[in-house]
């Protein structure tokens, strides 16, 4: 990422471990600015190079997850849709994966704790987890949103309405996304940098790592969403050609957002392919997959409903 590249620039120091709307913007932005962040990795800090699994133990919780902001994009309000568009990663040299006890998908049958320090090389297309398995590196934030219309504050683990905590491993360069707006300025923020993840992130952390992440920000009113939606260039699940459409879903329940996934994607092929609410529905089942993307940021889970590009040409 080249020095000057972007329009403006926020350090890591400017972050918050809460969304809460009464926070003062760190920078103030117009629409179509360009913002390079500075990450703080999602231990804030706390795991270092030389940690060992004894270390997690100790973890403070309350600096966990980190978000560099809050940027006020100027003009936004809410009922407005903010476009995120992820242009640029610099990532850093190392990063961490833990098993936290009392943490993850299957947190009673892992109660030791346990931690991988990663050798990542910058721009390196994959990393070793141990001879003869390598991961592909493909970095996004895990944690990218705005702040709620409720008066906070709000925990910063759980996934929202209005983004945050979000795990969404597609949210890579080129992607753009899509976040309901709920106060004047939206407040955004982003952190917890991941340079690998699975869907569903199941022992609760991903390839942990600290870097810098370009984004480039545009107020949408020709949009209307109840729940944050991207659009990616990476292949749908079931084509496998490149970019689809995604809507989302976010509840303490996976069959709620499931349901809030699939109900997104109705109102989205009403609005792009003119369908009424029963054909969309049906068009749903036969070409939409669902995926889960979060399954361990309590109480909340992320459901998203992938329609591949070139299903609707109209």
């Avoid at 568009?85 to 009673?108: H, K, N, Q, R, Y």
């Avoid at 001879?131 to 925990?155: C, K, Q, W, Y």
């Avoid at 990616?232 to 957002?257: K, Q, S, Y």
Wanted: aromatic fraction near 6%; include cysteine; charged fraction near 20%.
């Amino acid at each position: 990422m080249s020095t000057g590249s972007c329009d403006h620039t926020i350090h890591g120091a400017q972050h918050h471990n809460a969304w809460d709307n009464a926070l003062a913007p760190a920078l103030e932005v117009e629409s179509g600015a360009s913002v390079e962040f500075e990450v703080v990795d999602a231990s804030g800090g706390q795991v270092r190079r030389d940690s060992t699994a004894d270390d997690l133990v100790a973890l403070d919780f309350t600096r966990v997850n980190p978000v560099t902001g809050p940027v006020s994009v100027r003009g936004a309000r809410p009922g407005d849709v903010l476009e995120v568009e992820v242009l640029e990663f610099e990532m850093s040299d190392w990063g961490w994966t833990a098993i936290i006890p009392g943490f993850g998908l299957l947190a009673d049958a892992f109660p030791e704790p346990w931690l991988k320090i990663w050798d990542l090389t910058p721009g390196g297309p994959t990393a070793r987890f141990e001879d003869g398995i390598d991961i592909p590196v493909a970095p996004f934030p895990g944690t990218i949103g705005v702040a709620p219309p409720e008066p906070g504050p709000h925990s910063i683990v759980p996934p929202r309405a209005w983004g945050g905590n979000l795990d969404i491993k597609h949210l890579t360069v080129g992607t753009r996304l899509y976040l309901p707006v709920g106060v004047e300025g939206a407040l955004f923020s982003v952190g917890d940098t991941h340079a690998a993840q699975g869907d569903g992130e199941v022992c609760g952390t991903a390839i942990e790592s600290p870097m810098r992440v370009a984004l480039r920000f545009r107020i949408r009113r020709d949009l209307t969403l109840a729940r944050p939606a991207f659009e990616t260039t990476r292949a749908a699940p079931t084509t496998g050609e490149p970019g689809a459409f995604v809507t989302t879903g976010v509840a303490d329940d996976l069959m709620v957002a499931s349901r809030q996934a699939v109900e997104g994607m109705i109102e989205h092929l009403g609005r792009v392919g003119g369908l009424d609410a029963a054909s969309a529905y049906a068009l749903a089942s036969v070409a939409v997959d669902l995926r889960i993307h979060e399954v361990v940021d309590v109480p909340n889970w992320v459901v998203g409903a992938w329609l591949p590009n070139g299903i609707v040409r109209r």
